[in-house]
């Protein structure tokens, strides 16, 4: 099975491994747990931030609004991309005969949620993606 860390697990790990070559993943992972340097998601803990051991980074979302914010891109586009941007690859699926793509609509689903959840719509297109929801679940 292949298993996927968190990315501090993972800089940790990378970090250890130069230092001891028989260290793994999970000992690493385990340790940061006892450590209380991260929590079980692999986020890091309150304590580990406060006392300097691990710096307090942006999440992905966060960084997207703010570059949302800077951008030149009307707030429609934004709105698109927070919503479009969530979805995978695989979500979207050319059909010839029609010339054009069907969108996987529990996909959908899942990137309004997740946008509406962390606030990087407009006013304007919360309300548009509201719709394009109810729409979805009738």
Known sequence: MNIIYPPLVEQMYKFMHEIDKNVTKQDVYKKAIEANMI???GNPTKWAIKHGYIAEIPTVNERQAKLNKTSS????EKDLDAVFSRMPPSAFTWIENQG???????????A???ALKDGSLSPVGRKHWLEVLAKIRN
């Open 73 to 76: 891109t009307t707030s429609s």
């Open 112 to 114: 309004i949620l997740s």
């Open 39 to 41: 929590d079980y998601q």
């Open 100 to 110: 054009s793509y069907a969108m996987d609509t529990a996909e959908l689903k899942k």
